[in-house]
């Protein structure tokens, strides 16, 4: 019965450090896809830092744009030298 004890005892340490290798390796595939997970969650939490800056700098540049446009046309309408328009020739006799 030695033997036969001895040999269950085996199957059992075998059996026992099989699943302590297959979860091994279920933790480290779980610990590489949280790993992955986290880079991906950066990488996004990136990009959207990024795309609130370019349209918050977007908003300025068009801010800046509008009130150039306005200082300039208003600026150009102050400045501008007077226009007369006249509908028809002057007729020969009637010039001034």
């Known amino acids: 019965m030695g033997a036969g004890r001895a040999l269950?005892?085996?199957?059992?340490?075998?059996l026992g450090m099989f699943v302590m290798v297959v979860v091994a390796v279920i933790m480290r595939v779980a610990i590489i896809a949280m790993g992955m997970i986290m880079v991906?969650?950066?990488?996004?939490?990136m990009v959207m830092v990024m795309v609130m800056i370019?349209?918050?700098d977007m908003a300025f540049a068009a801010a800046a744009n509008r009130t150039h446009h306005s200082t300039s046309s208003s600026l150009m309408r102050i400045s501008s030298?007077?226009?007369?328009?006249?509908?028809?020739p002057p007729q020969s006799g009637q010039e001034s």
Request: with cysteine; proline share 8%.
């Open 40 to 45: 991906v969650m950066m990488i996004m939490i």
């Open 54 to 56: 370019v349209g918050v």
């Open 8 to 14: 269950a005892v085996m199957q059992i340490t075998a």
């Open 81 to 88: 030298p007077p226009v007369i328009c006249r509908l028809s």
